[in-house]
């Protein structure tokens, strides 16, 4: 009896009020290794398969941009093997990558200073944006070598640039032109964004983008976040009462 009403009651995901933007700081993936006795690049390796996973399954549900922190600019300050082992892994998946673009319809981009990345993963990267530029699917965006106040600063040199040569006036600059200057231009922002692993922080993720973003933060470690796990977290998003400053 008492599991008839609990089925009774489980909430489902409302499809017509999806979540149109979800972003993920990928976290927790050295201390998934650590549990397990493994090496970081172990949990790494499971961070990347399960980014994967949440991609087919927010795909299919329907959402239509999904952002995702792999890389930050401070990032670099790891072990070099550390660092190594992630590019390669970022190797290995714009391969499979470039093989499944097709089939899997969605539309990847990067997000990131890519100017320190090796000629090969620039080239790869730019494979997969010819690739994607003929898909009308769900849109992927990988920061890589990213940091919001870097962000912030390549925008604010881009409009103080145009105001030199006189294309703009100082009374153009608003919201809107300063988001035409991010990595994220024509991306709606995130309306929710996730954090596994335990830490309450930003860590310079889409500090201009995440304004109004509902939040969610977990101890569960990244890799552990089942597609049951997504499902549970955009349930309670859509119980969430967004007011953006009114009533
Ligand atoms: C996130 O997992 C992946 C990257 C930052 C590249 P971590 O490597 O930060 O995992 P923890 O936080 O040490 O567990
Ligand atoms: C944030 O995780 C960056 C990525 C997930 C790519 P970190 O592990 O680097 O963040 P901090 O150091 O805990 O703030
Ligand atoms: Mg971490």
Known sequence: MKKLF????????????????????????????????????????????????????LQKLGVEHFTVYAFSTENWKRPEDEVSGIFSLLE?????????LKDDNIVLSFWGDLSPLSPKLVELIEQTDRLSAKN???????????????????AVRSVAEDCASGAIDVSDIDDKLIDSRLYSKNTPPPDLLIRPGGETRISNFLLWQLAYSEMYFTDTLWPDLTDDKLEKIIIDFQQRNRRYGGL
Do not use: Q
């Open 6 to 57: 609990a089925k009774k009651n489980t909430a489902i995901i409302d499809k017509d009020r999806l979540p149109k933007h979800i972003a993920i700081i990928m976290d927790g993936n050295g201390r998934w290794a650590k549990k397990r006795g493994l090496a970081r690049s172990a949990g790494h390796y499971a961070g990347s398969e399960r980014f994967r996973s949440a991609a087919k399954y």
């Open 92 to 100: 290995k998946y714009l391969y499979e990558a470039i093989d499944d």
């Open 136 to 154: 009308d699917g769900m849109h992927v965006n990988i920061c890589l070598n990213y940091g919001g106040r870097a962000e912030i600063v390549r």
